[in-house]
């Protein structure tokens, strides 16, 4: 049996994009390839603990879930335990020249990683994801230069809304390129992530062979995503207007910032709508939604690390998704919306050009703009033969492009060949 390893900055229950595709992809590869996975991770449950080390934190160190053997590993050791000590770590060689250093220095620091590689077993191959966490990408780098093994990276990387956001600077790295020189596959959510980085690497020296470029996308599995109770929702807590929401972190580059200004417009212009926030919450934006004015607060339901089932059940209680984000580089929560025939507000960019046909099946928005977030709000709520319209162009896009029964097919490809 093929033994291979998959590291990454946080595993279930740990939740986001890129954790969700690789619980996927693990359990994908231990259940219908019957290969032995096993699963390096952080003990972070939430992004603030890999930044910030006061975050929420995963006490099972090693276990097994849905067939996948997951080992947890702290963040940090000795003095770059604690926070501060850790951030100057990160401050005064995150940029370094040097690669080793560079790396090093960079979110998780899992130094306790390195200790493990000195007595690691054998392994067919190694897969790491996501950036901006190199940190990750150094430790599958060093066991697959060990061990002469194949090195596969899963990068979920992002190019922010255009060449000057200041987003760039944790995701484009020249300590990064040997990471991308090195790979055997790259699996990618869509061509211009592979665009991205094939010029990346090449203004840094290093013309990537395309050919290990392989675009797998995003998807959900729809016999089991189906089946929410918007009503119970809404009952629950006691909900009676049209709702917009957003599901996942709530975070400033994810739009959540900008989503609630726009809607002040919109609550200003005399609406009735409620609006849901689901998710992990942040420490920024609890105290945001702390210092509102009652009169906007008050519209405003905060759930804080959702269940699956009420997840659903939210799904298919709501009217509008929006999640105008500059940090995704595919984003399955706007497959999730499409899959209950929701129309999707998202980011205008090459990313989400390539994902989305602008005005059939959602909306492409200006990060930042809330007044066209909030217009298009607004003109979506007085239509409901539009919502319904656009909505359901969206569920027919997942239907035949994005249920994983379909996409993991080349998963097959990519490991089978190894």
């Known amino acids: 049996m093929k033994k291979v390893l998959n590291i990454i900055q946080r595993y279930y229950p740990g939740e986001g994009g890129a954790e969700r595709f690789y619980w996927t992809l693990s359990e994908y590869l231990a259940s219908n390839l019957g290969l032995d996975v096993d699963v390096w991770t952080t003990d972070a449950l939430d992004s603030e603990t890999l930044w910030d080390l006061d975050g929420k934190r995963i006490e099972k160190k090693e276990e097994i879930v849905r067939g996948?053997?997951?080992?947890?590993?702290?963040?940090?050791?000795?003095?770059?335990?604690?926070?501060?000590p850790n951030k100057i770590l990160r401050v005064l060689f995150d940029s370094f020249p040097n690669f080793k250093l560079a790396n090093l220095a960079t979110c998780p620091t899992a130094f306790k990683m390195l200790d493990e590689i000195k007595n690691i077993k054998q392994y067919d191959c190694v897969t790491v994801s996501s950036s901006p966490y190199y940190f990750i990408f150094y430790v599958g780098y060093l066991i697959s230069k060990k061990l002469n093994i194949p090195y596969i990276i899963a990068p979920a990387f992002h190019s922010g809304v255009d060449d000057k956001d200041p987003l760039r600077k944790k995701y484009y790295k020249k300590t990064a390129v040997p990471f991308f020189e090195h790979a055997s596959r790259i699996i990618l959510n869509t061509t211009k992530e592979g665009?991205?980085?094939?010029?990346?690497?090449?203004?840094?020296?290093v013309e990537l062979d395309r050919d290990k470029f392989v675009v797998l996308g995003q998807g959900v599995y729809l016999d089991k995503i189906m089946g929410g109770n918007g009503q119970r929702f809404r009952e629950k807590y006691g909900l009676k207007n049209p709702i917009v929401f957003q599901m996942g972190g709530k975070t400033v580059e994810k739009g959540s910032f900008?989503?609630?200004?726009?809607?002040?417009?919109v609550w200003d212009s005399g609406k009735q709508v409620d609006l849901v926030f689901a998710g992990l919450s942040s420490k920024d934006f609890d105290e945001y939604l702390k210092n509102l004015d009652e009169k906007y607060r008050k519209n405003i339901l905060n759930i804080d690390n959702i269940s699956e089932e009420e997840k659903w059940d939210l799904f298919d209680a709501g009217?509008?998704?929006?999640?105008?984000?500059?940090?995704?580089?595919?984003?399955?929560?706007?497959?999730?919306?499409?899959?209950?025939?929701?129309p999707v507000l998202a980011c205008s960019n090459d990313v989400m050009e390539e994902i989305f046909d602008d005005g059939k099946d959602g909306y492409l928005l200006e990060y930042g703009n809330t007044k066209e977030i909030a217009g298009k709000i607004v003109e979506l709520l007085e239509d409901e033969s539009k919502r319904k319209e656009v909505g359901s162009m969206g569920r027919r896009k997942v239907e035949e492009r994005y249920d994983w029964k379909k996409v993991m097919k080349k998963v097959d490809e990519i490991y089978n060949k190894l």
């Open 258 to 265: 900008n989503l609630v200004e726009s809607m002040k417009r």
């Open 195 to 205: 665009d991205a980085i094939y010029d990346f690497c090449k203004e840094n020296g």
């Open 68 to 84: 996948v053997n997951v080992k947890r590993f702290p963040i940090g050791k000795g003095i770059f335990k604690y926070k501060y």
């Open 319 to 342: 009217d509008i998704f929006s999640m105008v984000s500059k940090t995704d580089s595919f984003g399955i929560v706007y497959l999730e919306a499409w899959a209950y025939s929701k």
